[in-house]
């Protein structure tokens, strides 16, 4: 049953070289031979965070573009100009975070970056895996930091960890060193001079704020900046923030951001229940990600998961992370 609860995360392909995004932060033109111009960054006033303009998405875009297939090229265009999250891969956690910061800084914005890696990560699903063990993801952590440096970031920690203990998804025999690994990794990474970090705390279908505020209390989110709401997920805009509000009452008033990244038409209501977060049909781009929301609780809307890469190998879809072209232009189109 967890499936159909669970936030539907899923472990992302590492996009970038050291080189490549050493080209993205000196103007994104790498090998792009494309007559499109590079993606340019939002305004910051409104979206202060970093487009990556070697992004798959944008990638895909050109390619398309070159083909001759305009109408398929301006559809993924529409998710390659927003910024999206970077989700660490650990194997070169530290090379990747300096990258993604620096890039990020020279343009003038902040990176945003997903930390999926805690240990017996989600369940043995789609995106199974994770640190070998607590030593190893200390050891991820320390390195992510060091990445980072005092350079602006934004962290979004953990999708699913939190939920995944409530729900018994993860055996209650890991829970104690999960509390302490999500504790410690957020008193790492606030220790830097201008990191932001939001600790993950499920979505608006899985179940009861009474149910996940003392788990988020006992992972340290006293020491965080909030909690996000939504990861991966399709739970509308609205709902996403009913179910934030309610948490952050029972957490100490902690502000939250919701992924807005594919919540355009709401949730899936067809198929098997235990799969709908995964690849679900008819889905389209929810709001453009801002810091403009008009509620001081709801930070930001962020596209947290990045549209267009695939939740599993679940209703023809490719390996969870991997670029489904398909899928991208369908949710790029369901909301002309």
Request: overall charge neutral; some cysteine; charged content about 25%.
């Amino acid at each position: 049953m967890y499936r159909k609860l669970r936030a539907g995360a899923v472990v992302v392909g590492a996009t970038l070289l050291v080189t490549a995004v050493s080209s993205c932060s000196s103007g994104g033109k790498g090998n792009d031979n494309s007559a499109e111009p590079p993606v340019k960054q939002q305004p910051k006033s409104a979206d202060p965070f970093w487009v990556n303009p070697e992004s798959k998405a944008a990638k895909a875009a050109s390619a398309l573009k070159k083909d001759g297939k305009d109408d398929e090229a301006a559809a993924v265009r529409k998710i390659a100009e927003q910024p999206s999250g970077e989700w660490i891969i650990p194997e070169n956690a530290e090379e990747q975070a300096r990258g993604y910061t620096e890039a990020a800084k020279k343009a003038d914005r902040d990176a945003l970056l997903v930390v999926y890696n805690i240990p017996h990560r989600d369940c043995g699903n789609y995106s199974k895996g994770g640190a070998a063990d607590g030593n190893a993801y200390r050891a991820f952590i320390d390195q992510l930091a060091a990445g980072i440096g005092d350079r602006p970031a934004t962290v979004i920690l953990e999708p699913d960890a939190v939920q995944h203990m409530v729900d018994n998804c993860t055996p209650e025999q890991f829970h104690e060193e999960r509390y302490d690994l999500l504790k410690g990794a957020i008193g790492k990474l606030k220790s830097l001079k201008n990191t932001t970090v939001y600790l993950d705390a499920g979505n608006a279908g899985w179940g009861k704020p009474d149910q996940i505020f003392q788990p988020l209390q006992w992972s340290g989110i006293d020491q965080a900046d909030g909690f996000s709401v939504n990861v991966s997920n399709f739970y509308s805009t609205e709902e996403s923030v009913k179910y934030g509000k309610e948490l952050s009452a029972k957490v100490g008033n902690k502000p939250f951001v919701v992924d807005t990244s594919r919540n355009g038409n709401g949730p899936y209501t067809g198929g098997n229940p235990d799969e709908r977060w995964c690849n679900p049909p008819g889905r389209a781009l929810g709001e453009s990600p801002t810091t403009k929301t008009g509620d001081p609780l709801v930070k930001a809307y962020l596209w947290v998961k990045r549209p267009g890469e695939s939740d599993g190998t679940c209703k023809g879809g490719p390996k969870a992370g991997e670029w489904w072209g398909e899928y991208a232009v369908k949710l790029a189109k369901a909301g002309d």
